[in-house]
C-alpha cells in the first residue's frame, strides 16, 4: 500500500503565525512523548511510521513548501512537488504518476491519499491500513474512510450510507456542510464525518489520466501541468465514480484548522516571551517576536504574534479569521528553510523600485547556503552569533561574530556553519526575487568540487 499526503495551504487560518510559505501543518505548537516540540506534519509522519507505512509515503506540495518539509523531516521524505496550485485532483493525479513512472508502483497496488495534518490517535493510521483489504473485497472504485461523529457539526461534509456489508458500508450520497439540525438528522441515519481519506488502485487515476490525453510519465506530466482544469478531487472523481464504499473509524479525529481547536490541543497556554495573570481564563499566548506580551484579566483570548502580525481573538470567533485578511498582501516575514530559518526585521520600497531588506539568518550547524550570485542586489552580512566558513570568489576563509562581508551584485558565495551561525543581512537592489539567486550549487561537497576543477 502507498500512502499520498497532500500538504497545502495559504496559511490564512492560523495567521499570524502560518502564511503562504509556513502553512499550519508546519507550526511547532504539539508536543511529542519526550516533551519536544512539534509541529502537525511531524506528528502525522511519526504516526504513520509507527504503523510501517513511513518508506511507502509520498508528498505532494508546491515548491513553497519543500524546503520546510526538509527542514522538519529530513532529506530521505519522498516529495512530488506541484508546479504551480491547481487544487486537489491535479495533485493527486501527478502524485500517481511519479508512483507509476519514477517509483515502477505496480497498477494493482492500492494508494491511500490523506491531508497531511489530521490530529488522530495512532489507531486513525491502523484503520488507513485496513482500506487496502476493504478496496479489494469490495470491487468498488473509492474506498473512503467516515469519522463516527461525536455532535451534529455545521463545520464538516457528511458521508451518508446505503447499506452495510461486513466492515465496511455502500456509499448513498454525500452533504456537503449542513446545518446543525440537518446534521442531527443525518448523524440519525448513520452517516459519518468525511475526513478527506480514500483509497483507490492505482490503475484507475492512471487510466483517468490517459482518458483526459494526458502523459502518465511523471517528468512529462509536470512539464503539462498547466493543462490540468483547476478541479477537486471530489468533483473530478468520486462524483464519476460508479462504486464508492466507506469504512467507519470510531476514534478520536480532530481538525486542527482554527485557533480555538488548536488551543484545546495545546499543553501550555505560553509559548515564547510573556506574561498571563492569574485571574485570566482560558487564555492562549503564542509569541514569535523577541518582546514580550503581557495578558490581564482577559477571557477566552488567543494572542498570537509574529514577524507577520498581531492577532488578539475571541477563540469563538477566530474561525472568521480568514475572512478578515483576507486581503493582507505581504511577503511571508519568517520562512524555514533545508539549511535553518529566517525573518524578516524590515522590508522598505523606495521610488524607482528600488528595496531594501533587513534579515535575520540561521544556519545550523553542518547546514550551507547554496554557491550562487545576485545580479540586482547588494549584500551586507554582519555575523552576531557562531562560526563557519565562507566561500566568496572562489576563496574559502573562517568567518565568526563581528565579521562584516559587502557581496556586490556577481559576486559568487557561499557560507557553511561550523556552530550555530546567526547573520543580520542587508539586501539592497531593485529585484530582490528569489529568481535572482544565479546557477546556484547547493551541498558544500558540490561546491568544493567545483573549486577544484576551477
Known amino acids: 500500500m502507498k500512502l499520498v499526503l497532500l500538504s497545502g495551504g495559504s496559511g490564512k487560518r492560523l495567521w499570524p503565525l502560518s502564511n503562504d510559505a509556513r502553512s499550519k501543518q508546519f507550526l511547532k505548537v504539539l508536543q511529542d512523548e519526550s516533551q519536544n516540540r512539534v509541529s502537525m506534519v511531524q506528528r502525522v509522519y511519526n ?4 504503523v510501517g507505512l513511513g518508506d511507502s509515503s509520498v508528498i505532494a506540495t508546491s515548491a513553497s513548501q519543500v524546503d520546510m518539509i526538509r527542514n522538519q523531516l529530513g532529506s530521505d521524505v519522498s516529495i512530488v512537488v506541484e508546479p504551480e496550485r491547481r487544487d486537489t485532483f491535479p495533485a493527486i ?3 500517481a504518476s511519479y508512483l507509476f513512472s519514477e517509483e515502477k508502483t505496480d497498477l494493482n497496488e492500492i494508494v491511500a491519499v490523506l491531508p497531511v495534518d489530521p490530529y488522530v490517535n495512532d489507531s486513525f493510521f491502523q484503520k488507513v491500513s485496513e482500506l487496502e483489504n476493504v478496496l479489494n473485497s469490495s470491487g468498488a472504485d473509492l474506498a473512503l474512510m467516515g469519522v ?3 455532535f451534529p457539526s455545521s463545520k464538516y461534509g457528511y458521508i451518508v450510507p446505503q447499506t452495510k456489508e461486513n466492515t465496511y458500508m455502500n456509499v448513498s450520497h454525500f452533504k456537503e456542510k449542513p446545518s446543525e439540525e440537518q446534521a442531527k438528522d443525518l448523524i440519525d441515519i448513520g452517516a459519518l464525518w468525511n475526513c478527506g481519506v480514500f483509497a483507490f488502485k492505482l490503475s484507475f487515476i492512471i487510466d483517468m489520466i490517459t482518458k483526459l490525453g494526458m ?3 511523471y517528468k512529462q506530466l509536470r512539464n503539462e501541468y498547466r493543462n490540468f482544469n483547476k478541479n477537486s478531487f471530489d468533483y473530478e472523481v468520486v462524483e ?3 462504486k464508492i464504499v466507506v469504512l467507519p473509524y470510531e476514534g478520536y479525529w480532530k481538525d486542527l484548522g482554527t485557533w480555538n481547536t488548536l488551543t484545546e490541543e495545546m499543553t501550555t497556554n505560553i509559548m515564547g516571551l510573556g506574561t498571563i495573570s492569574a485571574d485570566s481564563v482560558n487564555v492562549h499566548l ?3 517576536l523577541e518582546i514580550p506580551v503581557a495578558v490581564l484579566g482577559a477571557k477566552n483570548l488567543v494572542i498570537a504574534a509574529s514577524p507577520d502580525g498581531i492577532l488578539v481573538s475571541d477563540k469563538e470567533s477566530s474561525p472568521k479569521l480568514k475572512e478578515l485578511i483576507n486581503d493582507f498582501d505581504q511577503r511571508p516575514m519568517y520562512e524555514e528553510k533545508i539549511w535553518g530559518w529566517y525573518k524578516i526585521l524590515d522590508f522598505v520600497k523606495y521610488e524607482k523600485s528600488r528595496e531594501v531588506i533587513t534579515r535575520k539568518i540561521c544556519i545550523l550547524p553542518g547546514k550551507n547556503l547554496s554557491y550562487h550570485h545576485h545580479e540586482y542586489r547588494t549584500e551586507v552580512w554582519t555575523v552576531v552569533k557562531g562560526k563557519g566558513e565562507i566561500i566568496f570568489n572562489d576563496e574559502i576563509k573562517n568567518i565568526a561574530a563581528g565579521d562584516v562581508i559587502e557581496i556586490l551584485p556577481f559576486n559568487r558565495h557561499a557560507v557553511r556553519a561550523i556552530e550555530e551561525l546567526e547573520i543580520i543581512e542587508v539586501q539592497r537592489g531593485t529585484n530582490i526575487i528569489e529568481e535572482d539567486i544565479k546557477y ?6 558540490d561546491i568544493i568540487e567545483n573549486l577544484k576543477v576551477l
Open 286 to 288: 503564542l509569541n514569535e
Open 440 to 445: 546556484p550549487i547547493f551541498t558544500w561537497d
Open 240 to 242: 464519476k465514480a460508479n
Open 148 to 150: 463516527t461523529p461525536t
Open 215 to 217: 502523459p502518465t510519465d
Open 47 to 50: 504516526q504513520i511510521s509507527s
Open 93 to 95: 493525479a501527478l502524485s
